[in-house]
């Protein structure tokens, strides 16, 4: 039997915490997209979504360029 409950919360920075890590999973990542190895329109990509509780977290962050980021989310 499950019990229902609250959702667990998730990790979510501040914007400026964020951005920080953003910058810092860029440079992990060598400036260039994961997938395509591109090294414009760069953004970081949630491997487990936000909507899905993903966390912000460096384990959690890839770097995707926008067109294949765009793919990812279906679009």
Not at 4 to 21: F, N, T
Not at 49 to 56: E, I, K, L, Y
Request: hydrophobic share 25%.
């Amino acid at each position: 039997m499950s019990s229902i409950g609250p959702k667990p919360s998730r990790l979510r920075l501040h914007p400026v915490s964020y951005e920080s890590l953003r910058q810092q999973i860029l440079r992990r990542d060598g400036w260039r997209c994961q997938s395509c190895g591109t090294m414009t329109n760069l953004e970081a990509h949630h491997r487990e979504f936000r909507s899905q509780s993903g966390p912000d977290s460096e384990e959690n962050l890839i770097t995707l360029c926008a067109a294949c980021h765009a793919r990812v989310h279906g679009g």
